[in-house]
Nanobody, 123 residues
Framework: QVRLVESGGGSVQAGGSLRLSCTVS????????MGWFRRVSGKEREGVAL?????STAIADSVKGRFTVSTSLNTLYLQMNNLRPEDTAMYYC???????????????????WGQGTQVTVSS
């Protein structure tokens, strides 16, 4: 059974950094295309960074140059630098983004989701 468990959220001042981690219990054919999403209260969930099959990455324009996604063994990471107050959101790890379809930053569906971790950036 695939389980995703996030950690690393917290509160930080603008300009600071955080690294989110997502531990993956098992990789399957359905976990291809993994990444990070975020949801601001009252808004729709948006893709932040994806690790695409083959190892390439896709980064949302709003965080490009500040956020990077990477993986090591059974953990997916989101390194967030130069954080801004508008980055405040609940961040979710996801696997199987696109549900077997295109693995791109605009995809909003996934087979598996973590429980989320809150990131709060103060000015």
């Amino acid at each position: 059974q695939v389980r995703l468990v996030e950690s690393g959220g917290g509160s930080v001042q603008a300009g600071g950094s955080l690294r989110l981690s997502c531990t993956v219990s098992v990789y399957t054919v359905d976990t291809k295309c993994m990444g990070w999403f975020r949801r601001v209260s009252g808004k729709e969930r948006e893709g932040v960074a994806l690790l695409q099959p083959g190892g390439s990455t896709a980064i949302a324009d709003s965080v490009k140059g500040r956020f990077t996604v990477s993986t090591s063994l059974n953990t997916l990471y989101l390194q967030m630098n130069n954080l801004r107050p508008e980055d405040t959101a609940m961040y979710y790890c996801a696997a199987g983004v696109g549900r077997g379809g295109n693995c791109y930053i605009g995809a909003t569906s996934a087979y598996f989701w973590g429980q989320g971790t809150q990131v709060t950036v103060s000015s």
